[in-house]
């Protein structure tokens, strides 16, 4: 069902993409469309590298952080990918996130809290969860969609400036007059439903990597212990560092629940994954 959402999200992003591409003709569609496609292919290629600089994380060792690098290790094998690099974040707000274009080219990084705040089994959960995003190739998937979503901001900017100029251009016709609303109208509500149907995905993203986790550790309910502890780890102390262009990165919003409507956050409410965990685990 994860799948089918998400392919369902991306077939309405695209089609969202096709109408307001249609009212400026093929070139101001296939112009957005490139300049999505050469800032993300950029942010695709070299993501890893800025999320990580921009959070301070250190690389470990197996030496460093034996426990750590174990439990990496093992998942890897077991879900049949390449070990990834193993990064801790100087962060006492308990949270984690992998990255990397394809998972020969991954990471992984906790923060300093969640490595003090979880047990072995439920850092093993939240482990295993970012390892699916590094299996079903979620950046990948996220690169897709934001490509999709910034060719429709783009083409809504060019619209609210065709707007503008038309509308000091001297044309006074109801018709014209009405155009200029229309493009206006579009130039505001195209970009809002991107970023909500952008949004779903990433839930529904989320939803999918935790049933993975589950199956890939065969305890579902360690994740779904770690995940309130997380929650209430991040209602506590908030990630002040962190920034609303990476928080859909992170296994939990980094940002306080109370300060986001759920249409708008990149992660669904804790109470519904651990319902979908708890639900998971007695189907087993």
Same mark, same amino acid.
């Given at each position: 069902?994860?799948?089918?959402?998400?392919?369902?999200?991306?077939?309405?992003?695209?089609?969202?993409?096709?109408?307001?591409?249609?009212?400026?003709?093929?070139?101001?569609?296939?112009?957005?469309?490139?300049?999505?496609?050469? /800032? *993300?292919?950029?942010?695709?290629?070299?993501?890893?590298?800025?999320?990580?600089?921009?959070?301070?994380?250190?690389?470990?060792?197996?030496?460093?952080? $034996?426990?750590?690098?174990?439990?990496?290790?093992?998942?890897?094998?077991?879900?049949?990918?390449?070990?990834?690099?193993?990064?801790?974040?100087?962060?006492?707000? $308990?949270?984690?996130? #992998?990255?990397?274009?394809?998972?020969?080219?991954? #990471?992984?990084?906790?923060?300093?809290?969640?490595?003090?705040?979880?047990?072995?089994?439920?850092?093993?959960?939240?482990?295993?969860?970012?390892?699916?995003?590094?299996?079903?190739?979620?950046?990948?998937?996220? /690169?897709?969609?934001?490509?999709?979503?910034?060719?429709?901001?783009?083409?809504?900017?060019?619209?609210?400036?065709?707007?503008?100029?038309?509308?000091?251009?001297?044309?006074?016709?109801?018709?014209? *007059?009405?155009?200029?609303?229309?493009?206006?109208?579009?130039?505001?509500?195209? $970009?809002?439903?991107?970023?909500?149907?952008?949004?779903?995905?990433?839930?529904?993203?989320?939803?999918?990597?935790?049933?993975?986790?589950?199956?890939?550790?065969?305890?579902?309910?360690?994740?779904?212990?770690?995940?309130?502890?997380?929650?209430?780890?991040?209602?506590?102390?908030?990630?002040?560092?962190?920034?609303?262009?990476?928080?859909?990165?992170?296994?939990?919003?980094?940002?306080?629940?109370? #300060?986001?409507?759920?249409?708008?956050?990149?992660? $669904?409410?804790?109470?519904?994954?651990?319902?979908?965990?708890?639900?998971?685990?007695?189907?087993?």
């Amino acid at each position: 069902m994860n799948i089918l959402k998400t392919a369902l999200l991306m077939f309405g992003l695209t089609a969202l993409l096709m109408f307001v591409g249609a009212q400026f003709g093929p070139t101001g569609l296939y112009f957005a469309l490139g300049m999505a496609v050469v /800032t *993300n292919f950029v942010a695709y290629w070299f993501s890893d590298k800025m999320v990580l600089a921009a959070y301070r994380a250190r690389e470990v060792t197996a030496h460093d952080a $034996p426990r750590l690098h174990g439990i990496v290790e093992r998942l890897s094998r077991h879900a049949k990918i390449p070990m990834p690099k193993v990064y801790i974040i100087p962060s006492a707000t $308990p949270n984690a996130f #992998a990255t990397g274009r394809n998972p020969e080219h991954a #990471a992984v990084a906790v923060t300093e809290g969640l490595f003090r705040m979880l047990d072995e089994r439920e850092l093993e959960g939240v482990l295993a969860h970012e390892l699916a995003h590094v299996l079903h190739r979620d950046i990948l998937i996220g /690169t897709v969609v934001g490509a999709l979503a910034g060719a429709i901001s783009s083409l809504a900017w060019m619209a609210k400036w065709g707007a503008i100029l038309g509308g000091f251009g001297g044309r006074s016709s109801n018709d014209d *007059n009405g155009g200029v609303v229309g493009l206006l109208v579009m130039a505001i509500v195209a $970009p809002l439903v991107a970023m909500l149907i952008q949004f779903a995905i990433s839930r529904s993203r989320e939803f999918h990597a935790d049933k993975a986790a589950g199956e890939l550790t065969g305890d579902p309910l360690a994740l779904a212990s770690a995940l309130k502890k997380i929650h209430m780890g991040i209602e506590a102390r908030p990630m002040r560092e962190a920034g609303p262009a990476t928080a859909h990165l992170f296994i939990a919003s980094p940002f306080s629940g109370r #300060a986001l409507m759920n249409l708008l956050s990149t992660h $669904p409410s804790m109470e519904k994954r651990v319902a979908r965990l708890e639900e998971q685990a007695a189907r087993r």
